[in-house]
T-cell receptor
């Protein structure tokens, strides 16, 4: 069964460092998303990506964040100058994109900023 | 501000009973509704989705939607200890697959053997 794959599963970084979280969406999907979930909190939308550009972003997704699809299969989230409050599970999701479609989530990357 | 509200629980039911999970949403124009199951430390796993008023059944799961009341529920029949997890209600506010899902905080279900 096709699945969304994320690497690494766990990333520990020092405050102020840059991290790149990687995702391989399901191959025939057209829409890609990053969500995050701070421990004990709800899943929050960060950004959606379609046709090689950002289609929507939340207020969380400020200049510290960027996304890229560098090679047609990978989908990356870069966080510059990480802060302690960036510690969370980051989930990549993809969907086929037609009406009423469901999004499938990767297993997540646990980011710990120390 | 689009909101999705769920009772955080925990909801405790005995094994074999019916678990009833409820969700309300604020955006009356919302089009499709999803139930995800999330085990602790894991990613959300899609259980089912619904977009028409009424009931939709899939195995032991039944989703119920009432757009007039802005209410969606999930029934789990013959609950098993393995059903113990947090259940997330998510809403797609439009017809477009491009629109991000809005999640509730989830209801923690505990099935007691």
């Amino acid at each position: 069964e096709p699945e969304v794959t994320q690497t690494p599963s766990h990333q520990v970084t020092q405050m102020g460092q840059e991290v790149i979280l990687r995702c391989v969406p399901i191959s025939n999907h057209l829409y890609f998303y990053w969500y995050r979930q701070i421990l004990g909190q709800k899943v929050e939308f960060l950004v959606s990506f379609y046709n090689n550009e950002i289609s929507e972003k939340s207020e969380i997704f400020d200049d510290q964040f960027s996304v890229e699809r560098p090679d047609g299969s990978n989908f990356t989230l870069k966080i510059r100058s990480t802060k302690l409050e960036d510690s969370a599970m980051y989930f990549c999701a993809s969907s086929e994109g037609y009406r009423f479609t469901e999004a499938f989530f990767g297993q997540g990357t646990r980011l710990t900023v120390v | 501000q689009k909101e999705v509200e769920q009772n955080s629980g925990p909801l405790s039911v005995p094994e074999g009973a019916i678990a009833s999970l409820n969700c309300t949403y604020s955006d009356r124009g919302s089009q499709s509704f999803f139930w995800y199951r999330q085990y602790s430390g894991k990613s959300p796993e899609l259980i089912m989705f619904i977009y028409s008023n009424g009931d939709k059944e899939d195995g032991r799961f039944t989703a119920q939607l009432n757009k007039a009341s802005q209410y969606v529920s999930l029934l789990i029949r013959d609950s098993q200890p393995s059903d113990s997890a947090t259940y997330l209600c998510a809403v797609n506010p439009s017809n477009s697959g491009n629109t991000p899902l809005v999640f509730g905080k989830g209801t923690r279900l505990s099935v007691i053997a």
